[in-house]
């Protein structure tokens, strides 16, 4: 009887404990469906990161002839486009703004973003990208959905253009939580589909600095399956050739 009372009492606790974490961010996040294996959308992002992001985050544990070799890139691209004049291809994606200064603006120091993927998950990072929106109370004028009171600017707003937080009427709530909407005021440079996209490159290849071996799994597993493809056809030959005789 006791064994079924203590039981009882962790599935209440688990299932009290599942429901709070559930319910402790107030957004759902967005889908960022990644795809480590398209190089095409990893070379974008790590386009995008260099231009947008480079200037206040590191990505420390980042080699840019390494990041060159993963993605595909010859030195020439590496050079043009993704680096810049300072900076040797055997360096890593350091930052040029110091501590001080980034706290004098900021109030805190940008973080590294080697693995930040690992630690807040793709979905919740594409859905950060995408959820800037002006508030006119906050010190740079935008807040974020997924990271309230935010202390980043919206560095990518020319491109997504300007949204604003909308708060929906009774009869227009329709999904679980989110009582308000963002509206895009004005587009940017960008449409939105193209934006999301861009995002989701970017996402990626924040992925994939989190964890660049996972490149090489990927390699890896199409060559032991066609060792194991080519095993089998070996061992069935080597069955018949065997058996030949006794049948
Ligand atoms: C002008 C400086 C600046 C630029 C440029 C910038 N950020 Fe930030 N970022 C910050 C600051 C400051 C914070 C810390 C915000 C806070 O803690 O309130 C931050 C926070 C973040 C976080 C959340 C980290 C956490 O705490 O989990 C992510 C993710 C991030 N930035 C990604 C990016 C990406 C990707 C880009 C490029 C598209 C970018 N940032 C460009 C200043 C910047």
Redesign the pocket.
């Known amino acids: 009887m006791r064994i079924k009372q203590y039981l009882f009492a962790a599935f209440v606790a688990l299932a009290l404990l599942g429901s709070a974490s559930a319910a402790g961010g107030n957004y759902d996040l967005m889908s960022a469906r990644s795809d480590l294996s398209n190089q095409a959308s990893l070379q974008r992002g790590a386009k995008?990161?260099v231009n947008?992001?480079l200037?206040?985050?590191s990505a420390s544990f980042m080699r840019y002839n390494r990041m060159a070799e993963d993605l595909g890139l010859t030195e020439e691209q590496l050079i043009s486009n993704l680096m810049f004049a300072s900076d040797k291809s055997g360096s890593t994606m350091t930052v040029a703004m110091n501590e001080k200064d980034a706290n004098k603006w900021?109030g805190?120091v940008?973080?590294d973003?080697s693995v930040?993927a690992r630690s807040?998950g793709p979905d919740w990072?594409y859905s950060?990208?995408m959820t800037f929106y002006r508030d006119d109370a906050r010190p740079f004028g935008v807040n974020n959905l997924v990271?309230p009171s935010?202390?980043?600017?919206h560095?990518?707003e020319r491109l997504q253009g300007v949204q604003r937080l909308r708060e929906l009427k009774e009869d227009e709530v329709r999904s679980r939580d989110p009582k308000r909407e963002l509206v895009l005021e004005s587009e940017g440079s960008r449409s939105p589909g193209k934006f999301s996209k861009d995002m989701r490159d970017?996402t990626n290849f924040?992925i994939y600095v989190g964890e660049p071996v996972k490149l090489e799994r990927y390699g890896l597993g199409i060559k032991v399956i066609l060792f194991l493809l080519v095993l089998t056809f070996l061992t069935r030959a080597l069955y018949k050739e065997y058996w030949k005789d006794v049948h």
């Open positions: 995008l990161f947008y992001c200037s206040c985050h900021f805190v940008p973080p973003l930040i807040r990072l950060y990208f990271f935010v202390g980043m600017p560095v990518m970017l924040l």
